[in-house]
């Protein structure tokens, strides 16, 4: 498994750079989790937008999926052009009825995942977690078999994270505020309160994103630092994990 940050940011992207989105590939299959504000023009950074086989959203605030639209929009372009009429299949949860009718277009398919279920996408199985957070929202555990990496999508902290991320070999958590701050009400999670889940559930490696617009963005990894003494790393575009059979 690889994985590629595409957006990191919470609410609304900086200045040249987007908002969640995050490109999981193995074997040549490429999924991308998320699209937020700003990810289609950065993923062309990585791949062509025709390269992408599938897309899972976790929720349907803007910051995760304002760029469903450009994105059908990129896909019906590049069809006329080449005379073809693939589909790119964009799974999202049912919760939210209205939300979900609108990632059918005329050449990507809405498909409903039941977050209770595993689901299967490609080479990966992809198990859900409720998250606590003002909407529907799903964290996810996506494994190729020999690796898993866990997103805990937006979310404020709770104790069973821990056993849902247990062992797994990349933690993608929620930060959105400092040590000492509160996100329950927003439904977000501190840099502390992210880094206790990673030390808890053994994880090999910590990517802190969703990340702020105020503060220094240094300090969030020292304050996880405090608390996990595993790899830790603040998010950035193009920061990429690889796993144990790439």
């Known amino acids: 498994m690889k994985v590629t940050i595409i957006g990191y940011w919470g609410a609304y992207p900086a200045a040249g750079s987007a908002t969640s989105g995050y490109l999981v590939e193995h074997n040549g299959y490429k999924l991308l989790v998320d699209c937020g504000s700003g990810v289609l023009s950065r993923l062309q950074q990585f791949i062509h937008v025709k390269d992408l086989d599938a897309v899972i959203l976790s929720h349907y605030h803007n910051d995760h999926i304002a760029d ?15 005379g073809s009429e693939d589909v790119l299949p964009i799974y999202g949860h049912e919760e939210n009825k209205a939300a979900f009718s609108q990632l059918s277009h005329q050449f990507t398919k809405g498909v409903a995942y039941l977050p209770e279920e595993t689901l299967q996408i490609g080479p990966f199985t992809i198990d859900f977690q409720r998250t606590n957070h003002p909407v529907p929202c799903f964290g996810m555990r996506i494994s ?3 690796d898993d990496l866990v997103y805990t999508a937006d979310t404020s902290y709770f104790p069973e994270w821990a056993s849902f991320a247990k062992h797994a070999s990349l933690l993608i958590t929620d930060t959105n505020f400092f040590k000492g701050m509160d996100g329950s009400g927003p439904g977000h999670m501190t840099s502390e309160e992210a880094a206790s889940i990673a030390q808890e559930a053994k994880v090999e490696t910590l990517w802190l994103s969703h990340l702020p617009h105020f503060g220094e963005l240094t300090r969030l990894r020292q304050e996880a630092e405090d608390q996990f003494n595993g790899h830790i790393f603040v998010a950035k575009e193009g920061l990429t994990w690889k796993g144990s059979a790439q």
């Open 68 to 82: 469903i639209g450009p994105l059908q929009y990129s896909w019906l372009v590049q069809n006329t052009l080449s």
């Open 144 to 146: 190729d078999g020999e």
